[in-house]
């Protein structure tokens, strides 16, 4: 299902989210995303921490659960080559994974999450898809 929110009101989607499950997050540049997994890692997860983007650590760790940005990887051997498939094979947590296309030929995820912006500012198409 599709729906449209305003940036503002991401943190109004309820979303069920079991232990253990991959979330891959699909969206354009600039759509929303670090506000998005503020939302599920504060609202949905209960994580006090402060939340950052991992863009250049390539992944945080937030009490159990991981997320991860795959922007600037190439390919899935760089992946593999610092051994982050060993947090994915052994899964007992949430896991968020933005920019997941070089992995998914290996992992599927539990939820997928698009992301779209829409010609009105501030506002983003929104498709959950649970499998």
């Known amino acids: 299902m599709k729906k449209i929110y305003s940036l503002r009101e991401l943190k109004t989607i309820n979303l069920i989210i079991n232990k253990p499950s991959i979330v891959f997050l699909r969206w354009d540049l600039w759509a929303g995303k670090t506000t998005f997994t503020k939302h599920i890692l504060w609202n949905i997860l209960e994580i ?34 610092i051994g982050w498939e060993e947090i994915l094979d052994n899964n007992e947590w ?36 649970k499998k």
């Open 94 to 129: 949430v896991i968020l994974i933005e920019w997941p296309d070089i992995i998914g030929k290996y992992y599927k995820p539990d939820i997928e999450i698009f992301f779209n912006k829409t010609e009105k500012e501030g506002e983003r198409e929104i498709e959950i898809i």
């Open 48 to 81: 006090t921490d402060e939340i950052s983007s991992p863009t250049y650590t390539y992944y945080n760790k937030y009490w159990d659960n991981y997320h991860f940005d795959l922007y600037r990887l190439k390919n899935y051997d760089e992946f593999f080559s």
